[in-house]
């Protein structure tokens, strides 16, 4: 029979080297990724980014102001000066511009799943689902948490899209732009890695690859698409806000010494994911449920 050690020797090697965020060292990145969940290689610009890995999370780290500076001035230039600017002028139809934008977005998103998907289902295979939630320990490949790093930079990125859609003269939805300054804000928040983000991160990598797939998709062409398509979108949407809810309750309702994250953070992020589960909910009934009779004629009374 095998002894304690044994044992533990064998646990070691089937579990690998697990670390917290603020234990890793990112000066020295090893390019030996065999020992990792997922794919046993990386791009060359995820490459040429690792040796860089350390910078990267520094600036994020020492610049927590840089979200709020920026939403302010997304909502002052993009969401109020740039509509009345566009009032009397020609849309410079950007549709191309557009679709590119959004392919290259939903691309993006693709490749980050991909980094970060295996690291979670790695985690439930060995640990169990309420562990994926609750343990703050990250799996030590490097990649992993460049995607981190990079899922939170592009919440600055991603605000481009409002200004196409302006200059475009399209209707900037108020779900829109309010739901990018929350996730901008937020996202930067959670530096020390708590223990659900990497659901939280990996649902909104997951979601905004169809998303933005569809999008290019729609901007491309002047044809109609198949009214499944942003109804399927909607609810990939809802069943990420309800997982995003369901792992910030799990961290709120536990110890911070079972579950690793500060509890303002968790509470926070619940209200926000109930805004917008609530949010989504309501887009969902106006947009694609049958409307009742009382509706219909309430419709056509504001048209009169």
């Known amino acids: 029979m095998m002894d304690n050690n044994d044992m533990m020797m064998n646990d070691d090697r089937q579990v690998r080297k697990l670390t917290t965020y603020l234990e890793k060292n990112f000066h020295n990145v090893s390019f030996d990724f065999s020992q990792y969940p997922g794919f046993n290689s990386a791009l060359n610009i995820e490459r040429l980014l690792l040796l860089n890995l350390s910078k990267l999370i520094y600036f994020i780290e020492n610049n927590q102001w840089l979200p709020f500076a920026i939403s302010l001035l997304y909502l002052i230039i993009v969401v109020c000066w740039i509509p009345r600017l566009m009032r009397n002028r020609q849309p410079y139809r950007l549709n191309d511009v557009l679709s590119f934008w959004n392919l290259t977005m939903s691309l993006f998103s693709i490749v980050g799943t991909f980094r970060i998907l295996p690291e ?113 979108i909607t609810l990939l949407q809802i069943l990420q806000a309800i997982i995003c809810l369901l792992t910030e309750w799990v961290n709120i309702w536990y110890p911070q010494q079972v579950c690793h994250k500060q509890k303002y953070l968790s509470i926070i992020g619940f209200l926000i994911y109930g805004l917008f589960f609530i949010w989504l909910i309501h887009l969902f009934i106006e947009k694609y449920l049958p409307k009742t009779d009382y509706q219909t004629n309430e419709e056509m009374k504001k048209n009169e």
């Not at 030590?140 to 302006?166: A, G, K, N």
Request: charged share 15%; hydrophobic share 50%.
């Open 120 to 232: 979670l289902i790695f985690m439930i295979q060995n640990y169990g689902l309420f562990q994926s939630i609750c343990d703050d320990r990250y799996i030590d490949d490097p990649r992993y948490f460049l995607w981190m790093s990079l899922h939170r930079i592009s919440r600055i990125f991603e605000l481009l899209t409002s200004v196409i859609i302006v200059l475009n003269k399209q209707k900037l939805l108020s779900i829109h732009w309010i739901y990018h300054i929350i996730s901008l804000c937020y996202s930067w928040q959670m530096l020390d890695m708590p223990s659900n983000s990497r659901w939280l991160i990996c649902t909104d990598f997951l979601v905004h690859s169809f998303m933005y797939l569809y999008f290019a998709m729609k901007s491309s062409t002047p044809n109609q698409l198949p009214w499944i398509l942003p109804m399927v």
